[in-house]
């Protein structure tokens, strides 16, 4: 989104709750004249998408058109102003910002009990909580304090201050070098769900031999250790070790369900563990606990935008799933319109891969269910989407199930152009897409022979080989060929 539209979608962003809040606090600080950046708020809110020129011509002949530019970035830091007043008790990160602010202003008055007072109230909080670089803050406050005031012991009590900075430092560089190694992995998770290539996977494998990986005692913090199982989760998911993506999955669950109060703070990263963990299930084909786990997170207690947004997609996207799994189509068609509905309506808070892993679910429902136009239609949501802004993996799955979709409704001379476009396409990549140049050949024999015996000795075999292809990786959308196919056998 543009800058100029920012202001636009912080306003819509505002709950009922956080709207009335924002113009008391505006009118306890108003001057003389500050009534028109309310003018403006309530102008920008009444507008449906954005339009600056339509805003200016409310404001036409008035002094506050001559500093437009002057009022937006006025209204916007009294927006974040008044929401960080009204979120400060709801975020630790918040309370902890507050009570060095407190401290700072106390040292500046000279109340240094006061200040020491703050900081230990501080440090107790961002100590239970992990907060290891506002701990360094902390502590760099402690020891200028010591210096401050007489201390019969100064150097013993400078020697334990120093001691107690180093392990927090040492607990912090085994956290960042813990998500060093995970971001490694997730990167290539980002743009694809399986190793193809030789080389990815011998970096993969390179990274995972990492001493910190070896187990999880040596993550020393609990969001260390989070981060450890994170990153043998991914790993289990590129070699399509689906059992040990789940195992590790299970154990975040089991770290976030021991420490409540982690999930009240951080309801989000909570919320997306529970995710990773019935998807996890899912691939397995384990739902025996799948209606439990859900209802904990149908029952999470929103309160902002950005978790309401989570709250509508997970299940949704858990329900494809499901559907998926247990072959209940048609039950998954009812849920497209909810999906663009709810996209419509959380769309700003929802990342362009997660929106696209929603629209190739709904597209593998229509296209196994044989609703083979849906399949189409919901195929364009992907295909049409510049080069780079899709996920490979992703784009060229739909772009196979296109494929299959033109075939079966006997779109003759479109299918000749679509296979020879794909071939052109996915030979740049030719090990990476081995699976696919297989697909596109077979559609090509199977569009040039109309003999039902030569096209089912044509299936017979195409099956047989991806099977043995779907031993050795994982291929998305290769599962879904193969269950296609045999229903043509």
Known sequence: MKARADLFQLIHSLDEAERRYFKLHSQLHVRSGQNNYMRLFEAILKQESFDEAGLKSQFEGEALLNQFSVAKNYLTNAIMRALRAYHHDKSLDMQLRELL???????????????????????????????????IEIMVRELRLLKLGYQPNLKGELDLAYQ???????????????????????????TRVELRKESELQMAQATMADPLLENPDRAGSWNAGIVYHYTHAYF?????????????????????????????????????????????????????DFEEVMARIKTFKAQTPKLKALVFRIPIHLELRYHLLTEQYENGFQLAPLIEEGLAAHGAYISTGVRQYFLYNQIVLFFLGEDYPSCLKWSRKILDEPLGATREDIRVAVRVFSLIAHFEKEDGEYLDYALRSAL????????????????????KAMHHHNSVRHQQELT????????????????LGLHEVDRWLEKRS
Request: aromatic share 8%; charged share 35%.
């Open 101 to 135: 602010d407190f401290a700072d202003i106390s040292q500046q008055k000279g109340l240094f009990k006061a200040t020491q007072r703050y900081l230990r109230k501080a440090r107790k909080l961002a100590t239970a909580h992990e907060k290891f670089p506002l701990l």
């Open 164 to 190: 107690q900075a180093a392990k927090t430092l040492a607990q912090l560089d085994n956290e960042l070098q813990l998500r060093r190694l995970h971001d490694q992995i997730y990167a290539t998770v980002a």
């Open 236 to 288: 289990g998911r590129l070699r399509g070790d689906i059992k040990k993506m789940k195992e590790h999955f299970g154990r975040m669950v089991e770290l976030w369900e021991s420490t409540p109060e982690r999930i009240r703070e951080e309801g989000e990263r909570y919320l997306k563990t529970i995710m990773g963990y019935l998807d996890a299930c899912l691939m397995d084909e384990d739902t025996d």
């Open 424 to 443: 052109r396409s996915l030979k740049k990549e030719a090990e990476a897409h081995q699976f696919e140049l297989m697909v596109v050949d077979y559609l």
């Open 460 to 475: 017979r075999a195409f099956k047989e080989k991806i099977g043995e292809m779907g031993k050795e990786k994982h291929y």
